[in-house]
């Protein structure tokens, strides 16, 4: 290494630790730090162990973390450290905003209470305000509604008639345009074309972008550059990727990874940035003896091979390996294979409440339960619940002067007419949904209707076709805190076996009324859920997963305190992880609605179901419902 190169170095790593810069990659070169087996080959194993690791050892009890963090509580939190863990926690499908176990807290909770410094954060430059939009959206959180902020227009602002965003590098124009593109916002071309004109043409650094410290050929700012454009809608076969692609390729070590500069060791966190690049580029990154083997192994092993058995990836500044908080929160988004931006729930959860807005019909305030069905009371109770699960208000939805609530009232009679518990359960979901009274609703008193049902084996409902409707009778008394009849409780435990109650979506449904009661799973429930569950990450009926099924397992890992869409609940399928939400999202068409099963109409039902899916989160199970009948909760279980 040349003296020079050195130097360099030394000097910026003093000066990122005295800024607290979240720019960790650029503080020193990781000096091999390889197990000679991956402790954990299994991308799900392994992004969970990480997770596990990274929360357990360095979250503050004010929910914060610490750039360049040394240890839990060992210093103040810090707005940078707390949007790079909340990046890597988001692209494993872990809901920051529900506190792990062992916590009180959450990195959510923890940036709305800094919510000004939050605010004079972004305000710095557009890399900042970048990276802050790519970590809110990631979070599934509204950026332009967050803290009384509106995140997207601080971004925006710092466009120049140059293109740049405030920045003086590519690696933060990068994340500029990374954050304004997760917030679907317009990127312009000027902007696009500033971060293209910085790519280095001819000799070896031909294709890369520097770090704006002058170190050239840097493939941490190629890996974000490639992944801002492709975010940008460049194309994947246009010159500057192509070109980039290339310089991968050269910049390709023999062990399968990458160094932060020509010359210096592999490191697991550029190997991370350049590994999530590739996916983005459809490149295939992660099967041996494919075109990124480069020997002695692929970008993804190189990368899983820095993991210890703690769970950390680790670094070795010359001094040894040792567990690196900094290293690890920028290895994992890498070891789920996903790119930056990541998916937002968020956002695609409120396309869906636009497009929901348009089945809504005007006359009577109401909803199909599905297309071409009629509006009924089930529709509406659905739609209720599905804007509630999304953070609206539904009494704002009342294009015709008639509320969902109003409608609900107008339409029930008709509906429980029928004479079933499991529709006055549904009747009563919606009606807790939006404020309204079940004792008072539409000239009934639900829950003594509902306990009329009650049969002598304990069934609400009609269970020949399956356990949903009696499940459904008691979600509607477990919203409304309600007791439970305790032969309805052993009715529904006695109707699985070997934790399968028939189908997928009786199996969710099941387990989500048990979890609402705080009732543990059957011993094999999960499993059962495990075996049923599609390669796309979702549940279906067939090899396709469907967005009611789906909703329905969700809302019952999630009431047992599971994360739905965790590591543990996702598939592996061409090197990235994907979890239920990810199957779902990707069949939500254009308009924002999701199809029907021929794939030609707006489904009020596949609609109302997708919302409630991505709004999903797990439980805190100390503030679920708990009759003084009824046994106490289970321990806690594992994410």
Not at 348 to 359: E, H, K, S, Y
Not at 410 to 430: A, E, F, H, K, W
Not at 502 to 523: K, T, W
């Amino acid at each position: 290494m040349k003296p020079k190169i050195v130097v360099t170095l030394v000097v910026l790593m003093a000066l990122l630790l005295i800024t607290g810069v979240a720019r960790a990659l650029e503080m020193s070169p990781s000096a091999p730090a390889r197990a000679a087996t991956p402790y954990y080959s299994d991308q799900p194993a392994a992004v969970a162990a990480a997770i596990d690791w990274l929360i357990r050892t360095h979250q503050n009890a004010d929910g914060g973390y610490t750039s360049f963090s040394s240890g839990a509580d060992q210093q103040p939190s810090t707005i940078a450290g707390t949007l790079d863990t909340l990046i890597a926690l988001s692209s494993s499908g872990i809901d920051p905003t529900v506190p792990w176990p062992g916590r009180q807290t959450t990195p959510i909770a923890y940036l709305l209470s800094q919510i000004d410094e939050v605010a004079d954060y972004a305000g710095q430059n557009g890399g900042n305000a970048g990276k802050l939009l790519l970590t809110l959206t990631a979070a599934n959180q509204n950026p332009r509604a967050f803290g009384g902020h509106n995140f997207v227009i601080s971004a925006t602002q710092h466009l120049s008639p140059t293109g740049q965003y405030n920045v003086p590098d590519p690696y933060n124009q990068s994340l500029a345009l990374l954050g304004l593109a997760a917030a679907a916002e317009p990127i312009p071309d000027v902007a696009v074309q500033w971060l293209k004109d910085r790519q280095a043409g001819g000799g070896d650094n031909d294709g890369s972008w520097d770090d704006g410290y002058g170190t050239l050929g840097n493939a941490d700012a190629s890996g974000m550059a490639v992944m801002a454009l492709l975010a940008a809608k460049v194309p994947a076969n246009d010159d500057t990727l192509l070109r980039a692609t290339a310089f991968f390729a050269r910049a390709q070590l023999p062990t399968g990874g990458f160094a932060y500069a020509a010359g210096l060791p592999e490191n697991a966190n550029s190997t991370a940035l350049v590994l999530q690049a590739l996916s983005a580029l459809g490149e295939n990154f992660y099967l041996d003896g494919g075109p990124w083997d480069a020997g002695m192994g692929t970008p993804l092993s190189a990368l899983l091979s820095y993991q210890a058995k703690t769970g950390a990836f680790q670094s070795d500044f010359g001094f040894g390996p040792f567990d690196d908080f900094y290293a690890t929160v920028q290895a994992i988004p890498g070891a789920t294979g996903r790119p930056f931006p990541l998916p937002s729930r968020y956002q695609a959860a409120r396309a869906g409440l636009d497009c929901l807005a348009t089945l809504q019909d005007a006359g009577t305030g109401g909803w199909e339960q599905f297309a071409g069905f009629g509006i009924n009371a089930a529709g509406t109770s659905r739609a209720i619940q599905a804007i509630v699960a999304a953070g609206d208000d539904p009494a704002a939805y009342t294009p015709g002067g008639i509320t969902p609530l109003q409608a609900l009232a107008n339409l029930t009679p008709d509906y429980l007419s029928g004479g079933r518990g499991g529709r006055v359960g549904i009747v009563m979901q919606g009606v807790v949904a939006a404020g309204g009274d079940v004792f008072d609703f539409a000239g009934y008193n639900l829950p003594l209707s509902l306990t009329a049902y009650l049969s002598p084996t304990g069934a609400y409902d009609d269970t020949t076709f399956g356990i949903f409707a009696h499940a459904e009778a008691i979600l509607g008394l477990a919203a409304a805190g309600q007791l439970v009849d305790p032969t309805a409780i052993a009715f529904l435990r006695a109707a699985q076996t070997g934790g399968d109650w028939g189908s997928v979506g009786d199996n969710g449904i099941a387990l989500n009324a048990l979890g609402q009661l705080v009732y543990p799973a059957p011993g094999l429930a999960l499993s059962v859920l495990a075996q049923t569950q599609v390669a796309d990450g979702g549940w279906g009926y067939g090899d396709i997963a469907d967005s009611s099924a789906s909703a329905e397992v969700a809302q019952g890992l999630a009431a047992l305190g599971q994360h739905p869409f965790g590591p543990t609940w996702s598939q592996v399928s061409e090197g990235r992880l994907r979890h239920a939400a990810d199957a779902i999202m990707a069949r939500q068409a254009p308009g924002g609605c999701w199809l029907d099963y021929l794939g030609q109409t707006d489904d009020p039902f596949g609609t109302t179901d997708a919302i409630i899916l991505l709004s999903t989160r797990p439980l805190p199970r100390f503030f679920v419902y708990l009759p003084a009948t009824q046994p106490a909760a289970a321990a806690e279980p594992t994410p």
